[in-house]
Structure formats: structure tokens, C-alpha cells
């Protein structure tokens, strides 16, 4: 048994329904505040204790796991939706005036941190959490773009493409129906990769108030409302942050094993 695949495939479901969950159940609602309960520590009302405003932090992290996976998910999701068609098109058409205007435009947006171009948006923009979804999703076309690119050009010189070509498919229906299935072992791992990036970029925004916007939970915002009561209730900031770390190293792990399962050289060494 892969032990990657299986720990990451474990932590990660367990976000996933906690997100899930929260869409018909919660222990407490997480918009009420109940001030005389505030700062409780982990009890057997509160699993989790509360914060500074009465609400129970468990409701709140299942209900910040469901907007930290959305946007992270779809962020994934625009980066696969154009990346992947700008990529297999650069490689269909490699040397050409249109692969240096792709490529060059990736190198571009390379060129600056994805968290400063977040930022950038969404302070013109205004802060929210489809903005941080656009800001985010923006900097992954690039790196879906250069991942088909670079798993295409590998395949456009083999027999069974030769063949296609011979046949009189044009280079479109070739991308789609013989190259794309064959490099989407790489989008499925490099998406994994990219969903727990998103994860922390959208953190990341919603701790410096760019992200999603209360009383919807968040938690880089669970993280910078705790940080002047670290010393007084450091449940506060324990709790989001490890929701964060185990929901980005259960990914990671997730990609690490699904990366070994689908490369023919480990699976050569294996045998």
C-alpha cells in the first residue's frame, strides 16, 4: 500500500467532510455570538472552546473548510480550464508565433509572486472571496499551461501520433482525443499540488482582510482576529492553524502518492 496516497487520501477526506457536513449540520451556528461564553477553552459543550465573541470554533473551522476548499477548488478549476487548452495548443504549434505569445505571457505572470498579484487584485477589485477565487485562478493558467506543454511535447514525436497525422486528424483533435488522456496523470498530480497552494494563498488573503468577508468564516481570518489573544487563548490560533497544516500536507501527500502510482518508472522499480 502506498503510505503517501493513503495518509494524504485520509486527512484530506476528513476536510472534505467537515466541508460537506456543514452544509446541513454544525454543533452551533457559527453567525450567532454568545458573549458571556466567550474565550472558552476546549470543553464537552465546545469541542474546540470559543472565541472572543462566544462562537464555537468548531462550527467555525467546518464552515471555513468549506470556503477555503470552494475557492481553492475553483481556482484549481480555472487554472486547468484555460492552462490546460493554452498549453496543448503551444505544443501543437511549438516554434510557431503562437507558442512564443503563450509562453511569453506565462513567463510574465511568472515574473511576480502569486500572493503579490492576489493582493493587487483584489485590493483594486475589493476584497471578497470571488475575487480571491479570479486573483488565485489567475496564477495557476500558467502553471497548467507549461505542465501540458511540456507533457505534450514528449508525446507529438511518438508512433500513435505520427499515425493520427498520417490518417488526416487535424492537430485540434489530436490534443483532445490522444494527447490530453495521455498527460492527465500530470494535471492530476500538479493539480493536487495547485489545490493546496490555493488553500494557503486564500489564507494567506483572508488574513491581511482581502479574502472572504464576514460572518462567512475563514481561516486566515480565525488566524489574524486570534493573534492580539494568542497569550490568553491560544486555542484560537492553534485550531485554524492546524486545519490549514493538515489540510496542505494531506494534499501534498495525496499528490506525492498519486504521483508514484501513475509514474511508469517507480511502478517499473516496484515490479
Given at each position: 500500500?502506498?503510505?503517501?496516497?493513503?495518509?494524504?487520501?485520509?486527512?484530506?477526506?476528513?476536510?472534505?467532510?467537515?466541508?460537506?457536513?456543514?452544509?446541513?449540520?454544525?454543533?452551533?451556528?457559527?453567525?450567532?455570538?454568545?458573549?458571556?461564553?466567550?474565550?472558552?477553552?476546549?470543553?464537552?459543550?465546545?469541542?474546540?472552546?470559543?472565541?472572543?465573541?462566544?462562537?464555537?470554533?468548531?462550527?467555525?473551522?467546518?464552515?471555513?473548510?468549506?470556503?477555503?476548499?470552494?475557492?481553492?477548488?475553483?481556482?484549481?478549476?480555472?487554472?486547468?480550464?484555460?492552462?490546460?487548452?493554452?498549453?496543448?495548443?503551444a505544443a501543437a504549434t511549438r516554434g510557431s508565433w503562437l507558442?512564443?505569445?503563450?509562453?511569453?505571457?506565462?513567463?510574465?505572470?511568472?515574473?511576480?509572486?502569486?500572493?503579490?498579484?492576489?493582493?493587487?487584485?483584489?485590493?483594486?477589485?475589493?476584497?471578497?472571496?470571488?475575487?480571491?477565487?479570479?486573483?488565485?485562478?489567475?496564477?495557476?493558467?500558467?502553471?497548467?499551461?507549461?505542465?501540458?506543454?511540456?507533457?505534450?511535447?514528449?508525446?507529438?514525436?511518438?508512433?500513435?501520433i505520427l499515425t493520427a497525422r498520417v490518417a488526416g486528424k487535424?492537430?485540434?483533435?489530436?490534443?483532445?482525443?490522444?494527447?490530453?488522456?495521455?498527460?492527465?496523470?500530470?494535471?492530476?498530480?500538479?493539480?493536487?499540488?495547485?489545490?493546496?497552494?490555493?488553500?494557503?494563498?486564500?489564507?494567506?488573503?483572508?488574513?491581511?482582510?482581502?479574502?472572504?468577508?464576514?460572518?462567512?468564516?475563514?481561516?486566515?481570518?480565525?488566524?489574524?482576529?486570534?493573534?492580539?489573544?494568542?497569550?490568553?487563548?491560544?486555542?484560537?490560533?492553534?485550531?485554524?492553524?492546524?486545519?490549514?497544516?493538515?489540510?496542505?500536507?494531506?494534499?501534498?501527500?495525496?499528490?506525492?502518492?498519486?504521483?508514484?502510482?501513475?509514474?511508469?518508472?517507480?511502478?517499473?522499480?516496484?515490479?
Open positions: 500500500m502506498n503510505r503517501s496516497l493513503f495518509l494524504g487520501g485520509l486527512l484530506s477526506g476528513i476536510m472534505l467532510l467537515l466541508a460537506i457536513a456543514s452544509f446541513v449540520w454544525t454543533p452551533f451556528d457559527h453567525a450567532v455570538m454568545n458573549i458571556p461564553d466567550k474565550l472558552q477553552t476546549p470543553n464537552a459543550t465546545h469541542w474546540l472552546g470559543t472565541d472572543h465573541f462566544g462562537r464555537d470554533i468548531l462550527s467555525m473551522v467546518m464552515v471555513g473548510a468549506r470556503t477555503s476548499l470552494a475557492v481553492a477548488l475553483l481556482a484549481v478549476g480555472i487554472g486547468v480550464g484555460l492552462g490546460v487548452p493554452l498549453g496543448l495548443a507558442d512564443e505569445v503563450i509562453m511569453r505571457g506565462n513567463d510574465l505572470v511568472f515574473a511576480f509572486p502569486s500572493l503579490v498579484i492576489a493582493i493587487l487584485i483584489t485590493a483594486v477589485f475589493g476584497p471578497s472571496a470571488t475575487n480571491a477565487i479570479i486573483a488565485i485562478g489567475i496564477f495557476n493558467i500558467p502553471v497548467f499551461a507549461r505542465v501540458a506543454r511540456g507533457g505534450s511535447l514528449s508525446l507529438w514525436s511518438r508512433e500513435f487535424s492537430r485540434a483533435r489530436i490534443s483532445a482525443e490522444h494527447i490530453l488522456p495521455n498527460i492527465a496523470n500530470l494535471l492530476i498530480v500538479q493539480g493536487t499540488i495547485q489545490f493546496s497552494l490555493g488553500i494557503l494563498a486564500e489564507a494567506g488573503l483572508s488574513y491581511v482582510g482581502l479574502g472572504a468577508q464576514p460572518p462567512t468564516p475563514s481561516w486566515g481570518r480565525m488566524l489574524a482576529e486570534a493573534q492580539t489573544l494568542v497569550s490568553l487563548a491560544p486555542h484560537l490560533a492553534i485550531v485554524p492553524g492546524l486545519a490549514i497544516i493538515l489540510t496542505v500536507v494531506g494534499l501534498n501527500l495525496l499528490g506525492d502518492g498519486l504521483r508514484d502510482r501513475f509514474d511508469p518508472r517507480l511502478m517499473e522499480g516496484r515490479a
